[in-house]
């Protein structure tokens, strides 16, 4: 999987590169979840499965009894996942500076 698009993720064709569709997938738990794909190149079209998990909680669910209550990550991996998951910019930050010396 990579970077988020417009509704949702996009994963490569571990074959040949290309974008693949997701064409289904199944809950085996509330945070495993396998899924099956198909090559967008007519050339490769191969089929693939893969997984989904959920392994870490960034920052707690608000919700008063969560199906689920994961981990929270540990602190580099945490900082790490918030830069990935901001858009974008050239612009610097203030708070990661704050964080870097906290």
Known sequence: ????TGGGYRANCPACGSAM?????KDQTPTFKTMYGQ?????CSGSFTGSLT???ALSPSGVDSPRVV???A??????????????QSNQLDLLDA???TA
């Open 70 to 72: 994961l981990p929270v």
């Open 98 to 100: 704050q964080e870097a």
């Open 1 to 4: 999987m990579t970077a988020p």
């Open 39 to 43: 090559c967008s190149n007519v050339a």
């Open 74 to 87: 540990p602190a580099m991996q945490r900082m790490q996942a918030l830069q990935d998951s901001r858009k």
């Open 21 to 25: 569709r997701i064409r289904g997938s």
């Open 54 to 56: 959920w392994d870490y």
